[in-house]
């Protein structure tokens, strides 16, 4: 008897997929996007649904779960991550002095993650306010190659990396889920 949980997915049609087409919130059928904002901000939010797809059905336990030592990663480590993120990169491009970290010092994200229902929901409210910030924030600077904040960082730099960080943190949520419960699927 092995304490691994099996592998399953709830998709029907592809085996491989987390869901089914029709059931599936990212699923665009169709033309993409008209433009390189729009189609930055759409594959934005495909990640960040994906992100809270992995998430989804999970107890505050599960959630906390870490993966494996010494790593402190979780999937609640990662909504906190990167509502962290997220601020980071609003400090970025503001001239202005720096919102304090949310989570305190550097791990705090991580090593903050408990198996709380009252800290699961903290999180995905400053997950959410963070983005909403962020988004508003570069609304006013709808010119990919506007240059902000002290370091000139272009606003088309900014999508791409943050279009990168989720991607590859919906990796990491790929790998913890199926150790928390099995559920497989891209």
């Not at 990640?47 to 993966?67: F, H, I, N, P, V």
Request: with cysteine; hydrophobic share 35%; proline share 5%.
């Amino acid at each position: 008897m092995s304490d691994r949980p099996a592998r399953w997915t709830q998709a029907n049609i592809y085996p491989d997929m987390w869901a089914d087409p029709d059931d599936d919130p990212r699923n665009s059928e169709g033309v993409g996007p008209d433009g390189e904002l729009a189609t930055l901000k759409e594959f934005l939010t495909d990640y960040r649904m994906t992100l809270r797809m992995k998430c989804e059905g999970l107890d505050a336990e599960q959630l906390a779960r870490r993966s494996v030592p010494p790593s402190t990663m979780s999937l609640l480590g990662l909504l906190r991550h990167l509502a962290e993120v997220e601020r980071d990169w609003r400090n970025w491009i503001t001239d202005g002095d720096p919102l304090p970290k949310i989570y305190g010092d550097a791990g705090g994200d991580f090593h903050g993650a408990v198996a709380e229902e009252a800290d699961v929901e903290a999180a995905y409210s400053v997950l959410a306010e963070e983005q909403a910030a962020t988004d508003a924030k570069l609304a006013e600077h709808p010119d990919l190659g506007t240059r902000l904040g002290k370091d000139g960082i272009a606003v088309r730099e900014l999508m791409v990396h943050r279009i990168d960080e989720y991607a590859r943190h919906c990796g990491h949520a790929d790998l913890l889920r199926e150790c928390v419960d099995g559920r497989v699927g891209q």
